[in-house]
């Protein structure tokens, strides 16, 4: 099992431009969720998934879109980048039932 | 203000001493206490998950403590390793069947030298 793998590993983008975060899961879970942490602060939620074809709204959402067309995948979508978006972004699976969440390696995104 | 706050912010410890990290939190309702450890680099790992109900649980070396009434844990680490080298992150959550309002602790990093 690889668990949770995010590519890129690391991404430099100019303001404006846009792209896409994939995350992957060979666990069969349920539940995925995006993290951005930064500096100083505990990692805040930005969208997450309970199943298949399905996505919510987490705490930092805007400027983000997702999508979870495949049971294994969930996509972060940057439309058009800021710097404020320069940040650690981490992905997150578990199944339903247990408590545990297992993290990915992160991607780090800087915003010039 | 964050609702989990972890205290110290760093230390350094010497190889094989112990250290406890301290985590209070104001999250209401509370479901579980959870504590990450996070390497330079890496995704949280999970150490231990523990419910109100529960006040002590252990994973290895590491040893968490819970008190509900006062709303404070700790995470207790015997015998540091160089490899204990890391953050440590406190994370309450106020739900038991979701966790999409996980309250995250900024961390605690821990320097081990030898």
């Known amino acids: 099992n690889a668990g949770v793998t995010q590519t890129p590993k690391f991404r430099v983008l100019k303001t404006g431009q846009s792209m896409t975060l994939l995350c992957a899961q060979d666990m069969n879970h349920e539940y995925m969720y995006w993290y951005r942490q930064d500096p100083g602060m505990g990692l805040r939620l930005i969208h997450y998934s309970v199943g298949e074809g399905t996505t919510a709204k987490g705490e930092v959402p805007d400027g983000y879109n997702v999508s979870r067309l495949k049971k294994q995948n969930f996509l972060l979508g940057l439309e058009s980048a800021a710097p404020s978006q320069t940040s650690v972004y981490f992905c997150?699976?578990?199944?339903?039932?247990?408590?545990?969440?297992?993290f990915g390696p992160g991607t780090r995104l800087t915003v010039t | 203000k964050n609702q989990v706050e972890q205290s110290p912010q760093s230390l350094i410890i010497l190889e094989g001493k112990n250290c406890t990290l301290q985590c209070n939190y104001t999250v209401s309702p509370f479901s579980n206490l959870r504590w990450y450890k996070q390497d330079t680099g890496r995704g949280p790992v999970s150490l231990t998950i523990m419910t109100f109900s529960e006040n002590t649980k252990s994973n290895g070396r590491y040893t968490a403590t819970l008190d509900a009434d006062t709303k404070q844990s700790s995470l207790h680490i015997t015998a540091s390793q160089l490899s204990d080298s890391a953050s440590y992150i406190c994370v309450v959550s106020p739900h038991r069947s979701n966790d999409y309002k996980l309250s995250f602790g900024a961390g605690t990093t821990v320097t081990v030298r030898a």
């Open positions: 997150a699976s578990r199944t339903s039932g247990v408590y545990e969440q297992y």
